[in-house]
T-cell receptor, first 111, second 116 residues
């Protein structure tokens, strides 16, 4: 099956810093989403981005489907950005709507 | 966005008993829901796909008789952990695909299960 790897696995930032999180996938995908899991476990949908670039406030994301990767940019980070960031993909070959999650990036933003 | 509600958010049960977790789509109909399991500091692992009006499709390695899934209506799927054991303690989370929004999926709040 499709493999989804995220980097870096852990990241510590000072408040106000910028960062880039990466999601690599091993096969063609139909869909890709980025999620933020807060310390209470809740998953928040950030972007639905199978291709192209989107921006929402301090966050933006870019997916280059032909090169099998997606990037999540966080600018002017805040302590509330702490948590785990996951990308999830639907493999084109699967013929289903099953999302496979990446390994995650654990982010801690220090005040 | 679409709302998916999960209940209970936390549950503690005794070893050997069964516990049911509900997943509801509050403002849309969900023909397909998904159940995930997450161990501490790990990623989410898909357990099964819940299809309204038919049997669930389980991922390889997931025990069908232990994790019973029922999707009796277009807004409700349930996961029952039968004869729970301490190793079943985990974070269980459901999601639903919103067809009108393309293939965007929304997640419930998750349920922390502790088996003592």
């Amino acid at each position: 099956g499709i493999q989804v790897e995220q980097s870096p696995p852990d990241l510590i930032l000072q408040e106000g810093a910028n960062s880039t999180l990466r999601c690599n996938f091993s096969d063609s995908v139909n869909n890709l989403q980025w999620f933020h899991q807060n310390p209470w476990g809740q998953l928040i949908n950030l972007f639905y981005i199978p291709s192209g670039t989107k921006q929402n406030g301090r966050l933006s994301a870019t997916t280059v489907a032909t090169e099998r990767y997606s990037l999540l940019y966080i600018s002017s980070s805040q302590t509330t950005d702490s948590g785990v960031y996951f990308c999830a993909v639907i493999s084109q070959a699967s013929g289903t709507y099953k999302y496979i999650f990446g390994t995650g990036t654990r982010l801690k933003v220090l005040a | 966005g679409a709302v998916v509600s999960q209940h209970p958010s936390r549950v503690i049960c005794k070893s050997g008993t069964s516990v049911k977790i509900e997943c509801r789509s509050l403002d849309f109909q969900a023909t397909t829901m998904f159940w995930y399991r997450q161990f501490p500091k790990q990623s989410l692992m898909l357990m099964a796909t819940s299809n309204e009006g038919s049997k669930a499709t389980y991922e390889q390695g997931v025990e069908k008789d232990k994790f019973l899934i029922n999707h009796a209506s277009l807004t409700l799927s349930t996961l029952t952990v039968t004869s729970a054991h301490p190793e079943d303690s985990s974070f269980y989370i459901c999601s639903a695909r919103v067809q009108d929004y393309g293939n965007t999926i929304y997640f419930g709040e998750g349920s922390w299960l502790t088996v003592v």
